[in-house]
């Protein structure tokens, strides 16, 4: 026979040291958080503040909002004060508006020390008003913008090039004692990115950013960060994650969500299990799938909702879920765990659904209150 395949569980989180990004613990076991960034521009501080309103309430933790302009840095303060999540100001090449951003309050900054090296001692200056102010500082090393010297030296941005990049950063803020820090180094080519976070893993116990960079147009992006987020974190690495996509921010942080409920590094709220539909199925599985997603969406507890084209495998699978449904004949027989409660007529499928959903949620709540 063949050999057994040992269940391989995700691996222990690798043991980081941990920083505060305002109220969010990153690194050090706290829960992996998810991060995107703004796409306003930040000086238009109500358009702003609007879309981080948004993507608070998709279930973003941190976001990141650029800051190329003078009129940007005179933003932050308004900003990181009326956010409801932390603020990460990022900055590139102007060491006056990472100060900028430190005074105003932001809950960390990204920015290279490599890029304001040539500034005399602006990176000592960094790294104290930094600590006198508790704000941490990110480390973002990307493809694109490798150090000269590493590019040279490797011919491209291979997994050590990168790696190494990010901890001769580290090197010039350690260099002033100032440890605060958490670390990115992104490449668009996961097979790349995945092997440079864990050489820079293995390398030093700082927590890591993920990021797949330039990921593309929303399906390729999500499928991209999926794979090496999936690849590094079942490995015990990371400690937050942005989903890097061409789409609105709102979207990275639904992909990013669905990734950590994917590895179980996150309670599962909605879990719809749908049949991919096949020559026997009764109803438009598609259909009623999404109806139903859509109908349940922003449900609080988690629900196990199965949506099964027939009655073939249906049954069992709805049987298995808080709440199923599986189809035929017209109709559909609504399974609360696993009891037939009701066989309705196939238009009143999605509706009794979302009924018997909210009636489970009332339910599980007032045991949640009273437990
Ligand atoms: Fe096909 Fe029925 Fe299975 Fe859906 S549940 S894939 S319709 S056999």
Known sequence: GLPEVPVRPIAERRVSRRIQVGPV??????????????????????????????????????????????????????????????????????????????????????????????????????????????????????????????????????????????????????????????ISVKHNDPVVMVEAYRQLAAQCDYPLHLGVTEAGPAFQGTIKSAVAFGALLSQGIGDTIRVSLSAPPVEEIKVGIQILQSLGLRERRLEIVSCPSCGRAQVDVYKLAEEVTAGLEGMEVPLRVAVMGCVVNGPGEAREADLGVASGNGKGQIFVKGEVVKTVPESKIVETLIEEAMRIAEQMEKDGASG
């Open 25 to 182: 613990a990153v690194g050090g076991g706290a829960p992996v958080s998810v991060q995107s960034m703004t796409t306003t521009r930040t000086s238009d501080i109500g358009a702003t503040l609007q879309q981080i309103a948004e993507l608070t309430a998709s279930g973003c933790q941190i976001v990141r909002v650029a800051c190329p302009t003078q009129d940007d840095a005179d933003a932050l303060a308004v900003i990181a004060k009326k956010s409801q999540i932390p603020v990460i100001a990022d900055i590139h090449f102007q060491p006056k508006y990472v100060f900028a951003a430190i005074e105003a309050g932001c809950a960390a900054v990204r920015v290279n020390p490599g890029n304001i090296k040539q500034f005399d001692d602006k990176v000592k200056e960094i790294a104290k008003a930094a600590k006198d102010h508790g704000t941490p500082i990110r480390i973002g090393v990307n493809a694109g913008s490798l150090d000269r010297r590493l590019l040279q030296k490797y011919g491209k941005a291979t997994p050590e090039a990168l790696a190494e990049s990010a901890l001769w950063e580290a090197s010039l803020f350690e260099e002033h004692d100032f440890r605060d820090i958490k």
